[in-house]
């Protein structure tokens, strides 16, 4: 079974949702590790009950971001995962880092990239007046909220909405997709092909590999 080392900074309701459908049996991995470059991230309280491994690297104690993240690759080499995945981790990443995890580094972003990569994608959404909105999640590549893309989310931008509630819809929806492309990886689907991803599922199982619809929760 491949493993897993999932990241985070905060709440962590993303690994939430990785480690649920692991506990429920949708989700054929093995999480190694949950790293936090915070040690006050709500999130390792959460994983730490549900009898997962915690480690910290505070990004604080480090002068450069280079050491910062060569110490942060040391920890996550510890475990040999065969993916790390970032949920909710607020560090920009280096090239050196994210150029020793090509192809097994991935993240979810609330927006549609490659619209509104960066913050507060929500009130951008809703200040540049878009219909549609949603999150993405992708391979990291050292170009921010940038790479090849899994799978996508979208929900509709209501009138009357603002930043928390949209951030709400999307968030429903982050946790459904993100499990999902976790199982597509580890399952072996997904195949980098010039700088896209392609899935290498059988052609009768295509079914299985819609992103979910949004629901609307008005
Ligand atoms: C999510 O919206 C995720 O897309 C973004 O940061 C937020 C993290 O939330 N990268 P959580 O910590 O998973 O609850």
């Known amino acids: 079974m491949k ?7 905060g709440r962590g ?10 506990a429920a049996g949708s989700l054929p991995v093995r999480v190694a590790a949950v790293l936090a470059n915070r040690a006050d991230a709500k ?20 002068a ?7 110490a942060l690759a040391e920890a996550i080499d510890a475990f040999s995962p065969d993916l790390v995945v970032l949920a909710g981790f607020m560090r920009i990443l280096s ?25 507060h994608t929500h009130q951008r959404a809703i200040d540049e007046g878009v219909r549609v909105h949603g999150c993405t999640v992708h391979f990291v590549t050292p170009a921010l909220d940038h790479g090849p893309i899994i799978v996508q989310a979208a929900v509709p931008v209501l009138d009357g909405d603002d930043a928390a509630s949209l ?7 982050e946790h459904q997709v993100y499990p999902l492309a976790v ?14 991803v392609v899935f290498s599922a059988p052609q009768d ?11 609307v929760a008005r």
């Open 3 to 9: 493993s897993i080392v999932i990241l985070i900074s």
């Open 167 to 173: 951030a709400a819809r999307v968030l429903a929806q």
């Open 43 to 62: 999130g390792l309280e959460t994983a730490a009950a549900a009898g997962v491994v915690t480690r910290v690297v505070e990004h604080r104690s480090f």
């Open 183 to 196: 199982r597509w990886f580890a399952e072996g689907h997904l195949q980098l092909v010039d700088g896209r």
């Open 95 to 119: 090239d050196g880092f994210v150029r020793h995890f090509a192809g097994r580094l991935i993240n979810i972003h609330p927006s549609l990239l490659p619209s509104f990569p960066g913050l």
């Open 13 to 22: 309701s993303n690994m939430e949702s990785l480690l649920a459908a692991v």
């Open 64 to 70: 450069s971001r280079d050491a910062f993240d060569a």
């Open 205 to 215: 199982s295509a079914g299985a590999l819609v992103s979910p619809l949004a629901r």
